[in-house]
């Protein structure tokens, strides 16, 4: 397994999740504990980094505390920290299983439509929505997940809940639990030179070596397109993280989004988790991915596939960062896409060139391949993640977004 990267949570059983089968809790509860001395440090970390690289701009975040499994009784759940504990609780119903994984990225802002219903599984954004999918094909499979503690990788089973929790018929069988953050925290404490220090402060004053740490969620894209090839880009020199290194298209949700969905016009620092519900942030997560891929890619989301929660995955080199990974389909060959790539999206600066590859190259990606040396941890937690869960091989090519692209960006 690679030291850079780690599978938190996977859902094979499924071939991933959709977006009515996800929701998630928020809560002050989920943000990251804080002292006065580490506000000092996170200020200075920020002053230095702002004059060394004056484009980056703070922002808030989601910051994943931990998350839920289903289990068989829908009234009962337990918590599942994302913590390196060297047990995790589970659902009364749960079994654990021993065993090893085999092979184990800031968007502008826009005003999107709400869609609450359950059955729409992503929002385009443009104020357009999918059309709903059958998820009865999943009825009789478990969830399976895994969470990497230091170095050490333990595989779990849950059980498919016997009742449908939502409203309209489909069972939730993932809750992440989120409070915020922002990237001026997640610089000042995740990349700190302290880390291991703060790691071992939160473990002890609160049982949680992640407590003091920002653990922003970030979101990324597997994107496969119509000829069988799936899409890497070359990060620039102007990205904050891993410069010059392959990555999958990709970013963060955005807590502004959400608030702007829900007609609340504030800055940044005025954010806080009860201006926001639960069904806009699962939206918010899975749209966000596409509009990553339509902004650094230049694609339309009218070519793009529903996005396919296939897990989350832990980056290493930046203290076990948390990132949600999907499979996107989309209905353009590799031709049209590079096209586009050179025409230049929104995000165009963000990288430098767009390399293809095909899916049995991906799924045959290991520490032994010349290319893997240059993903970046990012892609390859993603890899990693397409490599267990193969979104594509039972479900094929998914629902198009039903949408006009937007020409005025």
């Not at 102007?238 to 800055?267: F, N, S, T, W, Y």
């Not at 942030?281 to 899975?286: G, K, R």
């Not at 960062?321 to 353009?332: D, Q």
């Amino acid at each position: 397994m690679d030291p850079d990267v780690s599978v938190l949570l996977h859902c094979a059983a499924w071939r991933g999740l959709l977006q009515s089968q996800v929701q998630v809790e928020l809560s002050e509860r989920f943000n990251r504990q804080t002292d006065p001395s580490l506000e000092h440090q996170i200020e200075e970390v920020w002053r230095k980094r702002v004059s060394e690289e004056p484009w980056l701009f703070n922002g808030s975040k989601f910051r994943l505390h931990s998350f839920c499994l289903a289990s068989s009784s829908y009234v009962s759940s337990e918590h599942s920290p994302c913590t390196h504990q060297r047990q995790m609780p589970l659902s009364d119903s749960a079994k654990q299983q021993e065993g090893e994984f085999k092979h184990s990225r800031q968007r502008r802002e826009e005003t999107v439509a709400i869609n609450d219903s359950l059955h729409d599984a992503v929002q385009s954004r443009l104020d357009k929505r999918n059309r709903p999918v059958s998820h009865g094909e999943h009825e009789d499979h478990g969830l399976s997940q895994a969470s990497s503690i230091d170095g050490e990788t333990k595989s779990i089973t849950a059980e498919h809940p016997s009742k449908n929790t939502d409203d309209q018929g489909t069972a939730t069988l993932l809750t992440l639990r989120l409070g915020l953050t922002c990237y001026k925290d997640y610089l000042g404490t995740n990349w700190s030179c302290r880390v291991a220090e703060l790691r071992q402060r939160g473990e002890v004053q609160f049982g949680d070596p992640l407590a003091l740490l920002a653990q922003p969620l970030g979101v990324g894209g597997v994107l496969c397109t119509d000829d069988g090839q799936v899409v890497l880009i070359r990060r620039s020199q102007r990205v904050a993280e891993a410069a010059e290194l392959l990555d999958i298209p990709g970013g963060h949700p955005e807590p502004k989004v959400v608030c702007e969905r829900l007609g609340q016009l504030v800055c940044e620092e005025q954010i806080s988790v009860d201006m926001m519900q639960q069904r806009p942030v699962v939206s918010e997560l899975f749209s966000s991915v596409c509009a990553e891929i339509r902004d650094e890619v230049n694609i339309p989301l009218s070519s793009l596939g529903e996005p396919v929660l296939m897990g989350v995955a832990l980056n290493h080199t930046s203290a076990g960062r948390p990132s949600a990974e999907f499979y996107v389909s989309c209905s353009l060959t590799s031709d049209e896409v590079r096209k586009l790539y050179l025409k230049g999206g929104a995000e165009a600066s963000e990288s430098t060139d767009i390399i293809f590859l095909g899916r049995t190259e991906v799924l045959q990606l290991d520490r032994s391949s010349p290319l893997w040396s240059e993903l970046c941890p990012s892609a390859k937690g993603a890899v990693l993640l397409y490599q267990t869960v193969k979104p594509d091989s039972e479900r094929g090519q998914s629902t198009r977004h039903d949408t006009t692209e937007d020409t005025s960006r």
